[in-house]
């Protein structure tokens, strides 16, 4: 049963130690495409990582950058790790993390607490402060897994 739901930092989350914790603890990764994942610790109860830049926008930059939004199957993929988590019957804590756990990882909690109130939410954020495009599409996803179950 997801208990709670709290976001990171990449750094917060590398210097974590899930070991020996109760709840259990399972962890959402986010980073960006170019960009490699967290150095994780051991102990974590499921690990799900994800690649999509903090945008809404898709297509190339002055930079040559070529974004890389969330799309819908990440969506899906993140509701499933997160229904998952709560079929195991386990009482759990999700830590959702990003670079600087203040954009796409508080979105997903948002959304998380939006489809599911029973979260608890640990250290929630403005909802102006995080990306409403993943927010949206995490909530599109939610909805379809209802309607589909």
């Not at 998952?84 to 990882?105: A, D, P, Q, W």
């Not at 403005?126 to 309607?147: C, H, M, R």
């Amino acid at each position: 049963m997801l208990q709670s739901i709290t976001h990171m930092s990449l750094s917060e989350v590398e210097a974590f130690e899930p070991l020996y914790t109760i709840p259990l603890k399972a962890l959402l990764s986010i980073a960006n495409p170019y960009q490699s994942g967290p150095v994780l610790r051991d102990g974590w109860s499921g690990v799900l990582f994800m690649r999509f830049d903090d945008t809404s926008k898709r297509g190339t930059h002055l930079t040559d950058h070529i974004y890389r939004p969330m799309t819908e199957s990440l969506a899906f993929m993140m509701v499933g790790f997160i229904k998952g988590i709560e079929r195991s019957g386990k009482t759990c804590e999700l830590i959702v993390n990003c670079n600087g756990g203040m954009s796409r990882s508080p979105a997903v909690c948002a959304a998380i607490v939006a489809a599911m109130p029973s979260v608890r939410w640990t250290n929630p954020r403005n909802e102006g402060d995080w990306n409403s495009a993943v927010y949206s599409q995490l909530g599109i996803a939610f909805q379809e897994f209802k309607e589909a179950s």
